[in-house]
């Protein structure tokens, strides 16, 4: 009599003693993420009192503005007017954090940099031959959304190509999810690692949901690359493990994944170290006096 699915004796390389010893030499496994970032305060070197009191002052704005934030808030403080020394010493003491953004749509190029306090964002504006500059407090600026996609979502006509097994259905549900979704919702989430797949899927469903105009890189424990597609509200999400090996391949339909945003946790221990910056500032200021 045969059993269930077809099998009248147990499969082969299953089962106690199938698998090699795990001392055996040779045996590999897949490397897990290393060298995570941790936060060092920055302090800029009194060289030059009177910039490095400008440079404060601008510190203090910031200060009263992470202090101040609430959820869903975004505040913008002007550098375009500072000069470039003033600047150098804001950027040393705010430093460089994990997330890194690149905005690029119809040649009018962004740049955005979170600063090593959480919620601190340098946002950098090429266009016309100019530079614009400026500094943001909000868990993810919005100026990367309100760019990240097209108006309308991308048409691709044709038949569907060859050797597709969940493409379709796939595809379906994402573009199904984007109409329906409105901000507020939480988030949904297609996982390929675990959904059987074959590459033709992907590829057909990367080319029907296009390609947007921002790109995320959030290096922390590994690396995470988000990345718009020309749907609304619909991002691959990629994680790397430290070797560059992909680990997890998602697709989220939200506003913004939560993975490259900063928490209000955090913006609230970005005041706190920013306060002890400032003061360690004003004590190197006193004693040059």
């Not at 006509?157 to 329906?180: H, K, V, W």
């Not at 619909?234 to 339909?253: A, C, G, K």
């Not at 993975?259 to 400032?278: Q, T, W």
Request: charged share 20%.
């Amino acid at each position: 009599m045969t059993s269930l699915f077809g099998m009248t004796h147990p499969p082969v390389g299953f089962g106690p003693g199938s698998q090699p010893d795990a001392t055996e030499e040779g045996l590999e496994y897949l490397p897990m993420p290393s060298g995570m970032r941790v936060y060092e305060p920055h302090v800029p070197e009194v060289a030059d009192p009177a910039r490095a009191a400008a440079a404060r002052a601008v510190l203090v704005r910031i200060h009263q503005a992470l202090a101040g934030w609430s959820a869903g808030e975004e505040i913008r403080i002007p550098v375009d007017d500072l000069d470039a020394p003033v600047l150098a010493l804001v950027d040393e003491a705010l430093g460089e954090g994990e997330v890194a953004v690149k905005v690029d749509r119809a040649g009018d190029r962004l740049e955005i940099q979170e600063a090593s306090l959480a919620g601190v964002w340098r946002v950098r504006g090429f266009g016309d031959g100019a530079v614009r500059e400026s500094l943001l407090i909000s868990a993810f600026p919005r100026v990367a959304l309100n760019r990240a996609f097209t108006a309308v979502a991308p048409v691709v006509t044709g038949p569907a190509p060859a050797g597709l097994m969940n493409g379709q259905p796939i595809l379906t549900e994402l573009l199904d999810r984007s109409a329906a979704w409105r901000r507020g919702d939480g988030p949904h989430a297609v996982n390929f690692s675990l959904l059987p797949h074959t590459p033709e899927d992907l590829a057909f469903i990367e080319q029907r949901l296009g390609v947007g105009a921002t790109t995320i890189l959030s290096r922390g424990y590994g690396n995470c690359r988000v990345t718009a597609t020309a749907t609304p509200n619909i991002w691959w999400v990629r994680y790397y493990n430290s070797v560059d090996t992909l680990i997890l391949d998602t697709v989220e339909i939200v506003d913004v994944p939560a993975v490259v945003c900063a928490a209000a946790e955090d913006i609230a221990d970005s005041a706190e170290r920013l306060a002890e910056i400032l003061d360690a500032l004003a004590t190197d200021l006193e004693r040059v006096r």
